[in-house]
């Protein structure tokens, strides 16, 4: 969904707000990645611009940056061209496509923008290859935001129990960041969730 907010804010997505948060992002991400993905491929789900995943291509054998956006996959195209990242890719999805298989699947700040939260996760965890593993990073639940196109952030509970059912395992929900003025102008957490097929 809001595939035109996101085509209309491509062009000035990148700005130093959203490179601090992304750096934040990346390096709690990196804390649940094995050591060594040289045989592994990364799908990063809703993945943008690739400010998350563009910077540790080079750990994985592929990265897929899947979105519904065709702008922000632009952007991410001509960063994978200018920093000669062979190994990097772009895919224009949405709910009729089938998502490529993947190692390890990240989805970070993309599930409140989703409104049928289990069906996506089941179709990731249909791609997820044996013991593959989802990366969530998302918002805890905030009352104070009220959108009528996004989730105002998850439960751990509540996340937890949706992935069980999905019959994903080995599932692990951690805050890990809060900051003022972080989620639609409101003072937010930020969660990290993973979870292996
Ligand atoms: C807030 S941005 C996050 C981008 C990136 N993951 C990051 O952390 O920098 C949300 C992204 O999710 C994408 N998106 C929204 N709904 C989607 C859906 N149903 N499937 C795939 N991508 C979606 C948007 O186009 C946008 O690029």
Redesign the pocket.
Same mark, same amino acid.
């Given at each position: 969904?809001?595939?035109n907010v996101?085509n209309n804010m491509a062009n000035n997505?990148d700005n130093d707000d959203?490179k601090q948060? %992304?750096d934040i +992002?990346r390096l709690e991400i990196s804390k649940y990645i094995p050591g060594d993905c040289s045989n592994s491929i990364l799908l990063?789900?809703?993945?943008? *611009?690739?400010?998350?995943s563009l910077p540790i291509a080079e750990k994985f054998k592929n990265v897929i940056i899947?979105? *519904? %956006?065709k702008s922000?996959l632009e952007v991410a195209l001509s960063k994978i061209n200018s920093g000669n990242i062979f190994n990097a890719s772009v895919s224009l999805?949405?709910?009729t496509i089938l998502l490529p298989s993947a190692d390890i699947v990240?989805? %970070?700040?993309?599930l409140i923008?989703?409104p049928n939260i289990e069906a +996506?996760l089941k179709k990731i965890y249909e791609i997820l290859k044996p013991n593959g593993k989802i990366i969530i990073?998302d918002f805890d639940k905030n009352e104070k935001v009220n959108h009528p196109k996004l989730h105002n952030g998850f439960q751990h509970k509540e996340l937890k129990s949706i992935l069980e059912k999905e019959e994903f395992k080995n599932i692990t929900i951690e805050n890990f960041y809060s900051a003022n003025n972080l989620f639609m102008k409101e003072d937010a957490t930020l969660f990290i969730a993973q979870a292996e097929k």
């Open positions: 969904m809001n595939e996101f997505y959203r948060l %992304s +992002i990063d789900y809703g993945g943008g *611009t690739g400010l998350v899947a979105d *519904t %956006s922000m999805v949405d709910d990240i989805i %970070s700040l993309v923008h989703i +996506i990073v």
